[in-house]
């Protein structure tokens, strides 16, 4: 039986509803809600799960299944999450089942049980790989100081960039209106890197309050990367509530789908009225939320519940 995620008309917003329900599989975000946003490099030492926190979803998902749905591709995530068995990759655009026991940097591609990609080819991915590669450069040469991801499907092709400029710090309001406008202009303008006009099917992605800005080589989003994992946990037949944990728009489109939606705020910069998530909680409190739901025989009980209650924050 496929999993209950809690979507379609009949489900309403009363938080009650949730209260007492069982939680079959969590589904959660890297970047911003199980690595604070303020630690996410394009690289170095520091864009990882904090240990203790590791160490819950290492024991939750002996019990239950736990996934990861993020921006991020394969390659980054592949050994910061070795607790998951579904990675949904690039907003979805690739989705990697793995042996998660065989998890290690060195074993890339080679614990892979299955791999799932949201267009039926590669070729509208290889369409725009190079557009996407000189969209990149321009931005990199207007702002060197900023960080520039490219996001890498495993067949090699660039299917994501993002711009992201938190190392900024306490400069996030002036790069938030000028890099966006900049990658705008860039991607409308009729001589800018494509014959066509506008470039096919890329898909940018702008924020409210996070320090980044996302261009995609096709039309993704998180709610398609959600029914990918679904459809691959059906093959278990685990019955109960999907609990899905994001901090960004990016995550409101899994928000509508899940049983049970907690909002993670990791950074006091960031606005968290524009989630359209049931629940909110600190990051801080994030583990004490695994520990008492894990505790609970993952019962989302009023005592749950109580721990993220959207009311405290707005």
Same mark, same amino acid.
């Given at each position: ?7 379609? #008309? ?10 007492? @329900?069982?939680?079959?599989? /969590?589904?959660? =975000?890297?970047?911003g809600t199980l690595a604070p946003t303020s630690a996410i490099r394009s690289g ?14 290492? #024991? ?29 990759? /690039? ?6 089942? %793995? ?20 267009? #039926?080819?590669? &070729? ?21 100081? /900023? =960080?520039? *991801? @490219?996001?890498?499907?495993?067949? *090699? ?27 705008? #202009? ?38 398609? *990367? ?36 907690? *909002? %993670? ?5 960031? &606005? ?15 583990? =004490? ?12 009980? =009023? ?6 209650? @959207?009311?405290?924050f707005l």
């Amino acid at each position: 039986m496929t999993p209950d995620s809690g979507s379609g #008309k009949d489900k309403n917003n009363n938080h009650n509803k949730h209260q007492n @329900r069982k939680v079959a599989a /969590i589904i959660s =975000d890297y970047d911003g809600t199980l690595a604070p946003t303020s630690a996410i490099r394009s690289g170095g030492s520091k864009n990882r799960i904090p240990e203790l926190l590791e160490k819950l979803l290492f #024991k939750i998902s002996e019990q239950i299944p736990v996934c990861i749905l993020s921006s991020k591709d394969y390659l980054f995530l592949h050994d910061k999450v070795p607790f998951a068995n579904i990675i949904s990759c /690039i907003l979805g655009i690739e989705t990697v089942v %793995v042996n998660r026991h065989s998890l290690s940097s060195s074993s890339v591609g080679k614990n892979l049980l299955s791999r799932h990609l949201l267009v #039926k080819d590669s &070729d509208s991915l290889g369409a725009n790989d190079h557009i996407l590669n000189n969209l990149a450069r321009d931005v990199a040469s207007h702002f060197p100081e /900023i =960080d520039i *991801g @490219r996001k890498f499907t495993l067949d *090699g092709f660039l299917a994501g960039v993002t711009f992201d400029w938190r190392n900024q710090k306490d400069d996030w309001t002036k790069y938030s209106a000028l890099v966006p406008n900049h990658v705008r #202009k860039l991607l409308f303008s009729s001589s800018s890197f494509s014959s066509s006009y506008p470039p096919p099917t890329l898909n940018l992605q702008v924020y409210a309050s996070h320090p980044f800005v996302d261009v995609y080589a096709v039309e993704c989003d998180k709610g398609m *990367g959600f029914d990918c994992i679904v459809k691959v946990l059906s093959y278990h037949s685990t019955m109960g509530s999907i609990l899905y944990l994001g901090d960004s728009e990016n995550d409101n489109p899994a928000f509508g789908k899940a049983g049970i939606s907690v *909002g %993670v705020i990791s950074d006091i910069r960031l &606005d968290s009225s524009h989630l359209k998530s049931e629940y909110l909680i600190k990051y801080d409190k994030l583990a =004490d939320l695994f520990e008492l739901l894990s505790s609970s025989n993952f019962v989302f009980s =009023d005592k749950v519940a109580s721990m993220a209650k @959207r009311e405290m924050f707005l």
